[in-house]
Structures are given as C-alpha cells and as structure tokens.
C-alpha cells in the first residue's frame, strides 16, 4: 500500500545449492517487453569443467547465380521425400524417445547429404559455365582466323566484321573473369542482362 494507491510486485526465486553452485556462470535480468509488469531472470548454466567457447556466427551466402537453378531443383527434390523418409523413420522406431533419437539422426544424416548435393551441383554449373565460355571463345578466334587467312581483297565490311568479332572476343574474356571474381568473393552484384547471350549469337555466325 503506497498512501492511497495499491500495488503488486512479484519475485521469482532461484534457489541453488552449494553442491550446484559451480554450475551458474552468469546471471542476468531479461527485459521482456513493454508489455510486461516484470522483468525475466537468465541463468546461465555450464558443465563446471568445460571451457567457455566462442563461436563465430555462421555465415550465410546466397547461391551463385550460375548455379540458382540446380539449387532450387537439389531442394525441391529433397523435400518432396522428406515426408515419406520420415514416416518410416519413424514407424519403425518403438518408444517415443526412441523416435526422437532416430528422427535427430535422420535428419543430420539428410543435412549432410543436401549439402553434398548442393557443392556437387556448384562444381557441375560451374564446370559447364567454364565449358560454354571456352567454346564461345573458340568460335570467335575461328572467324577472326577464317577473315585473316582471306585478307586479300578484303573489303570494309569484312574488316568491321574482324573488329566485331574480336570485339566480342574481349567482353566474352571481361564477362568470365568477372564472374571468377565474384566467385571468388561470394558476392553476386547484378550483372548487365544479355551480354552473354549476344556474345554467343555473334559467335555463331551473326554480327554482335
């Protein structure tokens, strides 16, 4: 009773004995909310024995555009067995706390293999990224060598068609070594649209 007005308070109460005491290495108060009429308490409880460790928070990176579409079918794929492969995770198992065991395995065993799943499919939309920007490069030193070797009698046009063509050589190297860069760093800036696409048709016999 404060002169004319009541209150209430509450307190929550911890208790720990001398025999656990060593197992509390901090405690803290938790604010809740506005909302709240009183503020939570966090205890934080450890193995006396063991060492605090520091972890880094994990990083996470989107996929590489290259790749964004075999990613999206690799976790497609997955998650339409999930269900089915759980099922009989689980039916097979006979206590609860059985299952529990057997569902926690489970899916640490499907973790590693959607991560297997997605570096395989990294290393596949690479390589054949790697192999179309080899053969574009290939078609295009072949019309500068075809337009060299008949240089005799050249007109303007074939020689605008030899400046184009190398030309279109050198966005097609710029436009490889930048997507190595990036990557290299992980970061996937937006790209100019269609660059590659009209390198390619240049290569396979239009002007680009």
């Known amino acids: 009773m404060l002169g004319e007005r009541e209150a209430s308070c509450r307190l929550d109460r911890y208790y720990f004995t001398s025999d656990h005491g060593d197992w509390v290495r901090a405690v803290g108060t938790l604010i809740l909310g506005p909302f709240y009429d009183h503020n939570g308490v966090e205890v934080r409880v450890a193995v006396p024995g063991r060492s605090v460790q520091v972890k880094t928070r994990r990083q996470v990176y989107p996929p590489p555009r290259y790749a964004a579409r075999t990613y999206e079918e690799v976790t497609t794929d997955f998650f339409a067995g999930t269900s089915a492969h759980l099922v009989n995770v689980i039916t097979v198992v006979g206590t609860v706390i059985y299952k529990a065991r057997a569902y926690a395995g489970w899916l640490d065993n499907a973790k590693n293999e959607l991560r297997k799943k997605y570096v395989t499919a990294a290393q596949d939309a690479r390589r054949r990224s790697i192999t179309g920007y080899h053969q574009c ?39 490889w070594q930048q997507k190595k860069r990036r990557a290299l760093f992980r970061s996937d800036p937006p790209e100019r649209s269609g660059t590659r696409t009209t390198t390619i048709a240049g290569a396979r016999g239009g002007h680009a």
Do not use: F, M, N, P
């Open 137 to 175: 490069l290939k078609r295009l030193t072949d019309r500068i060598e075809g337009a060299l070797r008949s240089w005799d009698g050249v007109e303007d046009q074939e020689v605008i068609s030899v400046l184009k063509a190398r030309h279109a050589g050198a966005e097609c190297k710029a436009e």
